[in-house]
């Protein structure tokens, strides 16, 4: 019998670090979405949170297109999308392409855009769980056919498609594979493979 989407939230919130932020613990990426729309009071709160976060120089290079079904914008990036995640992310309610300015206020390049970019959606992933919602990010789409389709500048870079709304059961989803990989446990590398003292040393944290 498939897990429920309770059952599959405490298997994989049960072995994170206590002490931590609710919102660090309990944000992951499922597939499966209710069809339930999201309030626009709610998408606003996490689009707000987006707009705080930290950015070199403060050039908060990213925008967000969004797109909220049955919307043209929602339909364009959707049909960006590979195969695979059209199986699964048209469910979703809201359909969210970031990009970001690689031009700096002065019209040079900005190398850290995208790395900007990261942090603002990184921001919004976590509201959406503190808003109850849950977010996907994804990069299995068509970069060229997006830019196309939303008369994205050439300076512009593009990020992530962030499928938002509020989670729905395994079983909803429509193949064997995505239910398994929707009920398998979290995986995530120990703090020693990635903070280190000196390269290769693990540091010391208790």
Known sequence: MTLSASEVNKLRFEETT?????????RWSPRSFLEKEVPPAVLRNVFESARWAA??????????????RPSATYNKIASALVEFNKEWALHAPVLILGITNSLNARGAVNTYALYDLGAAS????LEATAQGLAAHQ?????????RKA???PDSYLLGS????????????????????????PRERKPLSEMVFSAWGEPANLG
Do not use: K
């Open 138 to 146: 994804m990069g299995g789409f068509s970069h060229d056919a997006i």
């Open 161 to 184: 498609v962030i499928a938002l709304g509020y989670q729905g059961e395994p079983e909803n989803l429509a193949s064997e594979a995505l239910i398994a990989r929707e009920v398998a």
């Open 122 to 125: 990184a921001f919004l992933t």
């Open 150 to 152: 939303l008369d994205i």
């Open 55 to 68: 950015s070199s120089g403060n050039g908060q290079p990213w925008r967000f297109l969004v797109g909220i």
């Open 18 to 26: 206590e002490g931590l932020l609710p919102a660090f613990r309990q």
